[in-house]
């Protein structure tokens, strides 16, 4: 915020302004989403065209990045065990 009045951007004002602008539509982007649209998730990706394009619904595991990379360490582990079962035969 400091860079745009900083480099004559925009006043203190408009920077405020933006500002509370941002915050109103976050929190409601954040409402809308969260309170409505969560709700429909799982039967939004039972839709065939979510099958198709493989759209899942992530939003009940609460820390998806630790679920990724075990799932992937997983399946690195069973390919590599896969591969020297074949190198050996």
């Known amino acids: 915020m400091y860079s745009r009045v900083y480099l004559l951007y925009h006043t203190w004002g408009q920077?405020?302004?933006?500002?509370?602008?941002g915050?109103?539509?976050?929190?409601g982007w954040f409402t809308l989403t969260h309170l409505m649209l969560t709700p429909l998730f799982p039967i939004v990706a039972s839709w065939k065209v979510c099958?198709?394009?493989?759209?899942?619904?992530?939003?009940?595991?609460?820390n998806i990045l630790w679920f990724e990379y075990t799932h992937a360490r997983t399946e690195n582990r069973a390919r590599s065990r896969k591969l020297a079962s074949m190198k050996s035969q």
């Open 51 to 62: 099958e198709t394009l493989m759209i899942r619904d992530t939003s009940l595991i609460p």
């Open 15 to 21: 920077v405020l302004w933006g500002a509370l602008v």
């Open 23 to 27: 915050i109103i539509l976050g929190f």
